[in-house]
């Protein structure tokens, strides 16, 4: 049987019930994913001593234990109660700790396919020479249409005329 916001609180301390709050609902959306996580580790902590403690109990009922207080514990069902109401509380949180993990896994997915459709469709596309000059706002130098000099004209005539003569002295044998 589910128990009541009622119902849970007879049987937890005040710290208990405010963590045990934050595991409903309402207040679990707002958390964020460290709070989340922190809230979580408290309430594991809190369930772990509820149930050691119900575990000393009922040793001590059966009389294999020393009793820890002034009398031996002659019932258990309240600290079982709470270790049952923990331990919802922590399914509770686990359970939001996975979906939200899956809802970001899924995100993650969704744009990693994205950038691999872009990277493919890039890969086909065709590449096109860009625009050349285009008019814009103010002066710009205007490159010269003239070729580059490999080396001066006066050595290039001197080499010419060198090899030509070269040429002569050959054919003429």
């Not at 103010?138 to 005539?157: D, T, Y």
């Amino acid at each position: 049987m589910a128990n009541t916001r009622r119902a849970e609180r007879r049987h937890l301390t005040d710290d208990e019930a405010a963590l045990v709050d934050k595991s409903h609902y309402p207040a679990l959306k707002d958390l964020a994913d460290g709070e989340l996580g922190d809230v979580l580790g408290q309430l594991r902590e809190r369930r772990d001593r509820a149930r050691t403690i119900a575990e000393r109990q009922r040793r001590e009922m059966r009389g294999k234990a020393a009793p820890a207080g002034a009398r031996a514990a002659s019932d258990d069902r309240g600290t079982r109660q709470k270790v049952t109401v923990l331990s919802a509380a922590v399914q509770r949180l686990n359970k939001e700790q996975t979906r939200r993990r899956s809802f970001a896994a899924r995100a993650a997915l969704v744009d990693n396919a994205e950038r691999a459709l872009e990277m493919r469709q890039a890969a086909f596309r065709p590449s096109r020479p860009g625009p050349g000059r285009t008019a814009g706002k103010g002066m710009r130098a205007k490159p010269s249409s003239r070729r580059e000099r490999i080396a001066e004209p006066m050595e290039v005539g001197r080499v010419s005329q060198f090899v030509k003569a070269g040429q002569a002295r050959r054919d003429s044998r």
